[in-house]
């Protein structure tokens, strides 16, 4: 049976063209066609793509979201590369976003040679969120997926190993709902590569150094996890108490084992649901 480091991106310790940072984000390019990474385009508007990703963050990343072993088809009849909805059940693909993705939509993802821009294009991306990380698991994300991988190389190339990393949780902003990618650069709560989810409700991100913000260890290695970190992470992330439509999404996140599944649910709700009345929400209760 195939390892799942095989069946993704090779675990890669040489150099790529581009600069590392700057590579994961373009490293998934041929997802957008349903291709394997071995058969996608090695250019794309100009710039290197599709290049494996160094330190083994990928395969690491594949991990989080998707089970080892040979993959299965999840969802009988959905071979497309366009996500489908953990919400609704139904695609998660927007005529608008199909429109875009073939005209180009994906150039903004990946041209710029800016890390940091990259990292807050693909943070704030609508398009990303259409696509999943693989046909066989079409609930997972590769909007999510991507970010997952960046911070993992982000921390790996400090010399962090897996195991010293934490789920930390800052508060959400308000403008995170319409906001862009300007508006991504220059919050507070956004911390390049390492944030990994920015919402009006809470923002998460994946890093060896939480400060004093509720976190929880990711765990020993790599694994479908993020319902068991979640629930133990030092801190209740917002005041489930207040709305019930907060404990809902707060017992989902407890049951919910891929990340990029997770962390997309979480985006896709707060949208459906939209914020209550200041207070009902209170992610910042007690916070430094």
């Known amino acids: 049976m195939a390892d799942a480091r095989e069946m993704v991106d090779a675990d890669a310790v040489g150099e790529?063209?581009?600069?590392?940072?700057?590579?994961?984000?373009?490293?998934?390019?041929?997802?957008m066609n349903g291709r394997r990474h071995g058969s996608g385009a090695e250019v794309y508007h100009g710039v290197p793509v599709n290049e494996a990703v160094p330190r083994g963050a990928d395969s690491d990343a594949a991990l989080l979201s998707r089970p080892s072993g040979e993959p299965e088809q999840m969802v009988a009849n959905h071979s497309s590369p366009y996500r489908l909805s953990l919400l609704t059940g139904e695609s998660a693909t927007e005529s608008d976003r199909i429109e875009a993705a073939a005209d180009g939509g994906f150039r903004s993802l990946v041209?710029?040679?800016?890390?940091?821009?990259?990292?807050?294009?693909?943070?704030?991306?609508?398009?990303?969120?259409?696509?999943?990380?693989?046909?066989?698991?079409?609930?997972?994300?590769?909007?999510?997926?991507?970010?997952?991988?960046?911070?993992l190389l982000s921390e790996y190339r400090t010399g962090?190993?897996?195991?010293?990393l934490y789920l930390a949780v800052h508060p959400g902003e308000s403008s995170a709902a319409d906001a862009g990618v300007e508006a991504a650069l220059e919050s507070d709560v956004v911390s390049p590569h390492r944030t990994v989810?920015?919402?009006?409700?809470?923002?998460?991100?994946?890093?060896?150094?939480?400060?004093?913000?509720p976190a929880a260890r990711l765990g020993p290695e790599p694994?479908?996890?993020?319902?068991?970190?979640?629930?133990?992470?030092?801190?209740?992330?917002?005041?489930v108490d207040e709305a019930r439509e907060w404990m809902v999404l707060d017992a989902q996140l407890r049951r919910l084992r891929s990340w990029s599944t997770a962390l997309q649910y979480i985006e896709e709700f707060v949208a459906w649901r939209g914020m209550p009345d200041a207070g009902a929400a209170d992610v910042n209760r007690g916070w430094p």
């Open 197 to 213: 989810l920015w919402s009006p409700l809470v923002t998460l991100a994946v890093t060896s150094d939480p400060g004093d913000r």
């Open 16 to 31: 790529t063209v581009a600069d590392p940072m700057v590579a994961v984000y373009r490293h998934d390019v041929h997802k």
């Open 111 to 151: 041209v710029s040679d800016d890390a940091h821009r990259l990292h807050a294009t693909w943070l704030t991306s609508d398009v990303a969120a259409a696509f999943n990380e693989s046909v066989y698991y079409p609930y997972t994300s590769l909007k999510y997926h991507v970010l997952l991988t960046a911070a």
């Open 223 to 239: 694994a479908r996890s993020f319902a068991d970190v979640w629930s133990r992470l030092s801190q209740e992330p917002f005041d």
């Open 160 to 164: 962090r190993t897996f195991d010293e």
